[in-house]
């Protein structure tokens, strides 16, 4: 397993947001997390990535217990989330939003001491690497664009580019195709399957329709808790979902 949550608890004042939130994800795998509104899936991902502390249960990723680690040393062991609203750099173009989200950023300290031969090297392969990016994602006709000028869409496409820079080895999406057409949100999650291969996600999502056509395994939370797991045809035909949605 690359992530492995157990018991987690979360509250704000008297309003329970997790309630021993307890699920397991394997490596190379597309993961959903479903559930109404308020029950918890935002929230689960804020603890994940180290946004919100939990009081109570652990995280375990690649083996080693997170829990209570920040934002940026759980980025740098390979765990990266994007958020519901778009986080760019809207006034730089897509190409420096690119190469910002390089890890090579990690090390600009260190490049004081490199010779500058080096880091000229350094900086062309992140080029390279950045505009193959953006070519995968069909947006590298945009690379000199300001990233403010995008469509949403686009701006999407972006953010999951950026999350790719990173190398990181999982990738929590929060509402990865919310606002966008049907076309575009199979295109973006066509783009999520190839990446399978190299990396895990967690996805977060409302548009139930797109994860059942591209997930290996499915979560279903309610009132903070797992209230149901399995395979897509699974999960639709589990009665437990259909009263979770339906009320009964």
């Given at each position: 397993m690359i992530l492995e949550i157990d018991g987690i608890k979360k509250s704000f004042g008297g309003l329970v947001a997790l309630d021993g939130a307890l699920l397991e994800v394997r490596n190379n795998t597309i993961v959903g997390l479903i559930g109404p509104n308020g029950s918890g899936k935002t929230t689960l991902l804020n603890v994940i990535s180290g946004f919100l502390v939990p009081?109570?249960?652990?995280?375990?990723?690649?083996?080693?217990?997170?829990?209570?680690?920040?934002?940026?040393?759980?980025?740098?062991?390979?765990?990266?989330?994007?958020?519901?609203?778009?986080?760019?750099?809207?006034?730089?173009?897509?190409?420096?939003?690119?190469?910002?989200?390089?890890?090579?950023?990690?090390?600009?300290?260190?490049?004081?001491?490199?010779?500058?031969?080096?880091?000229?090297?350094?900086?062309?392969?992140?080029?390279?690497?950045?505009?193959?990016?953006?070519?995968?994602?069909?947006?590298?006709?945009?690379?000199?664009?300001?990233?403010g000028s995008l469509s949403g869409g686009q701006q999407k496409l972006l953010n999951l580019g950026m999350m790719l820079m990173s190398e990181p080895g999982m990738v929590l999406l929060d509402e990865p195709v919310a606002g966008v057409n049907p076309s575009l949100a199979n295109r973006i999650f066509e783009?999520?399957?190839?990446?399978?291969?190299?990396?895990?996600?967690?996805?977060?999502?409302?548009?139930?329709?797109?994860?059942?056509?591209?997930?290996?395994?499915?979560?279903?939370?309610?009132?903070?808790?797992?209230?149901?797991?399995?395979?897509?045809?699974?999960?639709?035909?589990?009665?437990t979902v259909i009263e979770v949605y339906l009320g009964g």
């Open positions: 009081e109570g249960g652990s995280i375990r990723f690649n083996g080693m217990d997170i829990t209570g680690f920040r934002p940026f040393e759980i980025a740098r062991l390979g765990l990266c989330r994007t958020f519901q609203l778009t986080r760019l750099f809207r006034r730089l173009t897509v190409l420096e939003n690119m190469l910002l989200a390089s890890r090579t950023q990690d090390d600009s300290l260190g490049s004081v001491f490199i010779s500058r031969k080096k880091l000229a090297l350094h900086e062309k392969a992140d080029a390279k690497r950045a505009a193959d990016i953006l070519d995968f994602l069909e947006i590298g006709h945009l690379g000199n664009e300001y990233a783009k999520i399957l190839k990446e399978k291969e190299h990396r895990t996600f967690l996805v977060v999502e409302h548009n139930v329709d797109v994860l059942m056509n591209f997930c290996d395994y499915i979560f279903v939370m309610n009132r903070g808790r797992i209230v149901a797991s399995g395979t897509p045809d699974e999960i639709q035909c589990d009665e």
